[in-house]
């Protein structure tokens, strides 16, 4: 199996108030395919290490390689298009643009990317609104929708360019525990039938249980 | 650019579901642009009117006979007097003939120059204006009309009766408006004139004349070239002033010291006798231009201030945005877009208000004594004026909103999705 994400001695410190350093060599690998979670206490880097990951913090010394690339040698605006690429988020406050509707907020990653036409993109993005069951609420505007709906519809934006990896930033932090098992269900689904490769911060223990492997984080290192 | 459909998408969104602060951005940009317009148009219509009032009737270039002392004193020129003190006091003008030395050829000369649109010999004579009891002092000048009509409008002046009448009749005068309300004359009256010789002349009042200067309406009449010659006892090469148009005002300075250089003569150009005039316009101009960029700088303001908090509001989306892939000039170029949206149909309303409040001006009587060709207030519908405008509405809003737009660039996601 292939790596898709690896990370080599990345390093992170905080300047502000004070320095401090807050990840300490964290070289981790993720297979493609692998449903991973990292866990730790609150203030443990954990998030941090996420954004990282991610490309849109670039303030750190080490090396990060996506999808066999240095990002660490890219400068923003290659980032950003990695980002739109490569990478599909999913947040814990499910971060949709209220005024634009479902569907439109789904179809705006693909919009940017620009490789299909606009009735392909709608297409397809109706059908990932299908399967994760909000296909209802398409036309509506984002904010007019629940939160539970709010984070499938996230999940669907997070799909659309069928990206390398999938990273979420406890995804269920804000939800309730039906909504919670629901969005499991779903990203534990992405993982087993279509190969997905998956990162999720997370402190629900029942939930890191129930992934392929987890990555327990303390005090900036990996434990 | 190939996003660009998308990023306009995303601007307008913005801007339309945030309706209410879009239309007041608008419509600081549109008073501040309909301002420029009607004070542009206004201010400088009253401009032109007040030079036409000028530039029409004045002269390009007046000759006349020098009056003043000779610069070089007999005694300078003596070679035995050379190093020593000169003590004459009271140096005084020689006697000179008011006429002009050579009028005729000096004419000739100026009408085939090609820089010359025309040239009028005028012919002046003081007189007394008789009708019955009353006797006015006055000034008659002997003028051929129809060149004084096409080179000057003078036509424009003529309120009651023809100027064509000093062509038809010899003894046909067209007097001052002043005059003729002293002597309670009007048009087909007679009155007499006596000249300075002591003759007098019947004359017939073939129109009444008013240029809207209370001096000259109260003392000046005009009558053909030949009668003025005749109430002077003169001949036919008697002529006091030569006024000049020419085709092009910018020649008049350097084409009076060419005639002041080779004709004994005065040449006075335009500029210099009208020197204030142009002050006049250009500060008014100013004052426009000054009242117009404040207004559209407190637009700019307002524009910057609602971009600001247009930014202010839509961290998220802008957090969002740039963590699925759109990089910071896309966020920049979202702002700019809206910023000149807004400048866009606030510059295009602001127009269609300046043009419409324009036209109203241009609509209310302006009916004045001294201005007879007039009846509304003047404006100019200059398309300069409407370019300008629009082209301000759109640099101002841009600077207005490259500012926030930068900052919305600068925006780090990472601290707005951990900040919740």
Known sequence: MSTVLKTININKYFYDPEKFHVLKNISIELKNGEFVSIMGKSGCGKSTLLYILSTMDTQYEGTLILDHENMSLLNNTNLAKIRNEKIGFIFQF?????????????????????????????????????MLGVASQANKKAYKISGGQKQRVS?????????????????????????ADNVFNILRALSLEQKMSLLVVTHDLDFAKKTDRIIKMGDGIIL | MRNFGLILDIATTHLTSKIKQ????????????????????????????????ILNRTPHIQIYNKTDPTQIQPIQRHQ?????????????PKSRLARIHDALPLLKDLKENKKVKGATPQTTCKVFYIAGANNLNGIINGIEVSEEMRLFNFKDYIVKGDPNSLRKRKNSILLGAGIAKKLSLSVGDKL?????????????????FQSGLAEIDDAQSYVNLKMAQQLLGVGSNYITRIHVKLHNIEHALGLSKTIENIFEVKALDINTANAQFDTGSYIRTLISYTVSITLLIVAGFGIYNILNMLI????????????????????????????????????????ILGYSISIVIDNIPFITEALPTIKTYPINYDPFFYITGISFALICTFLAGFLPALKARKIDPVEIIRGK
Do not use: C
């Open chain 1, 94 to 130: 499910h971060y949709l643009l209220p005024e634009f509707t479902v569907l439109k907020n789904v179809m705006l990653p693909a919009l940017k990317l620009g490789r299909q036409s606009e009735e392909i993109i709608k297409k397809s993005a109706f059908e990932k609104l299908e």
């Open chain 1, 155 to 179: 999940i669907a934006r997070a799909l659309i360019n069928n990206p390398k990896i999938i990273m979420a930033d406890e995804p269920t932090g804000n939800l309730d525990s039906k909504n």
């Open chain 2, 22 to 53: 879009t239309i007041i951005a608008a419509l600081g940009v549109m008073f501040g642009i309909g301002t420029y317009i009607i004070m542009m148009g206004f201010m400088t219509g009253l401009n032109q009117l007040l030079d036409g009032l």
């Open chain 2, 80 to 92: 035995d007097f050379k190093f020593n003190w000169h003590h004459i006091h009271s140096i005084k």
């Open chain 2, 192 to 208: 007499q004139v006596l000249g300075t010789n002591g003759v007098s002349h019947p004359l017939n009042i073939g129109g009444i």
């Open chain 2, 312 to 351: 202010y509001e839509k961290m998220d989306d802008i957090a969002i945005l740039k963590a699925t892939g759109f990089s910071g000039n896309d966020i920049l170029l979202i702002f700019i877009i809206q910023a000149l949206i807004i400048g866009l149909f606030g510059g295009i309303f602001g127009l």
